[in-house]
């Protein structure tokens, strides 16, 4: 089990309730120590709900059911406005200068793993920032999109074609 550390973000919305439909992944380009700086910094109006170091220790910063703002301008399965539906689970890192540790994979499917259930998750409601920013977001690398995808098919089913 990776440890696991709260540093509450005021970069949220708590007065609409989140649907919890699924998730889209990002990449931070930053350290996770700069993360946390950056998305607990009101000024800065941006947040994930949980980010996770190279050595797979989690930082949650907003509860699920609250409204993240990690996804912006952003479209998913004929919707708008990602950042209601989907939870942002986002790397330390930058995965275009080096692949996702497996510390980090592993700690991402042990934070998933029980949200799976209780949300009634399917694969076909992972995503990466990339896919629903197109043009405007590059993350994640799609190397490492389809490696993640890979994991989470072993995981928990077959993904569906991209």
Same mark, same amino acid.
């Given at each position: 089990m990776y440890p696991e550390i /709260? !540093? #509450?973000? #005021?970069?949220?919305?708590? %007065? +609409? #309730?989140?649907? *919890? !439909?699924? +998730? +889209?992944?990002?990449? /931070?380009v930053i350290t996770f120590e700069e993360t946390i700086a950056l998305m607990t910094d009101p000024a800065k109006k941006v947040s994930y709900h949980c980010v996770i170091a190279a050595d797979g220790t989690r930082c949650t910063l907003v509860p699920d059911e609250h409204v993240a703002w990690h996804s912006g301008v952003s479209s998913f399965r004929g919707r708008t406005g990602c950042n209601a539906f989907m939870l942002g689970l986002s790397f330390a890192g930058d995965t275009y200068r080096a692949p996702l540790t497996e510390a980090q994979l592993a700690s991402a499917l042990e934070w998933?793993? #029980? *949200?799976? %259930? *209780?949300y009634g998750w399917t694969l076909d409601w992972m995503t990466d920032h990339r896919q629903v920013a197109p043009g405007r977001k590059d993350d994640l690398n799609p190397v490492e999109w389809e490696r993640l995808r890979g994991i989470l098919a072993a995981k928990f089913g077959r993904v569906p074609p991209a």
């Open positions: /709260t !540093r #509450p973000s #005021p970069n949220c919305d708590a %007065t +609409v #309730p989140h649907e *919890r !439909r699924g +998730v +889209v992944f990002h990449h /931070t998933l793993e #029980p *949200r799976w %259930t *209780r």
